[in-house]
């Protein structure tokens, strides 16, 4: 299996398909096609169905798609831990998801990830506030708040994450969002800010970050760290 992703450190869709296929312990291998090169859009065109990545190659099949790639993913292998186990658990597993994969398009553009980056906060004032304020973004960030509360509270009891002690695919969606909080310095709840640092602590989630700095300090830290 073979999965091609974009630059780790701003790449939220290819993070999540490489999320699913880890979560999914199959082998798999990756490459990296940087979407901002002058040839990207031809490459691009020339591989993926959609244009888009992440794209996961598969003997004969081409799957784009972050949730038709999980999905796929978790077919081959129904007992990992893509989906909890429990079949009512992974209906709202799916449908938190889902939520995600449709909604949330003001605070991705107004703020971008980029896993190298800190906001800078000036004379202890977030410098963030004009971006918060975009029409939405607080609206969004209020419902991802509640989203994890209300997972976190149904399902979450035995550990960390939404699901409990498992890091499901649910949790991978999540986590470009949780990376934006922490990059941007954005006020949440105690609550959220417990489930931000679990997720961005899980051991995928530090290898993927780790790939990213390596990135980074070939492409050029400071210009990576400037982005968008
Ligand atoms: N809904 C798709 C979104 C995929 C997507 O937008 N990927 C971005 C990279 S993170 C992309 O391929 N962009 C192509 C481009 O910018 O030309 C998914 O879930 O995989």
């Not at 999914?24 to 065109?45: I, N, Q, V, Y």
């Not at 909890?84 to 003001?106: I, L, Y």
């Not at 506030?129 to 994890?148: F, H, M, Q, S, Y």
Request: proline fraction near 6%; charge should be neutral; hydrophobic fraction near 45%.
């Amino acid at each position: 299996m073979h999965l091609i992703i974009g630059g780790k450190w701003s790449s939220t869709w290819t993070m999540r398909g490489w999320l699913a296929c880890k979560l999914s312990g199959l082998d798999f291998t990756t490459e990296t096609l940087f979407l901002s090169r002058p040839d990207s859009k031809a490459k691009l065109a020339a591989i993926s169905p959609t244009g888009r990545i992440p794209l996961l190659i598969h003997d004969d099949m081409r799957i784009t798609d972050t949730l038709a790639i999980a999905e796929y993913l978790w077919e081959l292998a129904p007992d990992s831990a893509i989906w909890p186990a429990d079949r009512r658990a992974r209906a709202a597993a799916r449908m938190v998801a889902a939520e995600m994969h449709g909604h949330f398009s003001e605070v991705r553009a107004a703020l971008p990830m980029n896993l190298i980056k800190r906001w800078p906060i000036k004379d202890g004032v977030p410098s963030n506030v004009k971006l918060l304020d975009r029409p939405g973004v607080r609206d969004n960030i209020a419902r991802v708040e509640t989203i994890w509360r209300e997972t976190r509270r149904a399902w979450g009891s035995s550990g960390p994450y939404l699901f409990g002690s498992h890091f499901t695919f649910a949790d991978a969606m999540y986590a470009p969002m949780a990376s934006r909080l922490r990059t941007y310095s954005v006020d949440i709840a105690a609550d959220s800010q417990v489930y931000v640092n679990a997720c961005l602590d899980h051991p995928l989630i530090l290898e993927w970050i780790a790939g990213a700095e390596d990135q980074a300090r070939e492409i050029g830290w400071e210009a990576v760290a400037a982005w968008p």
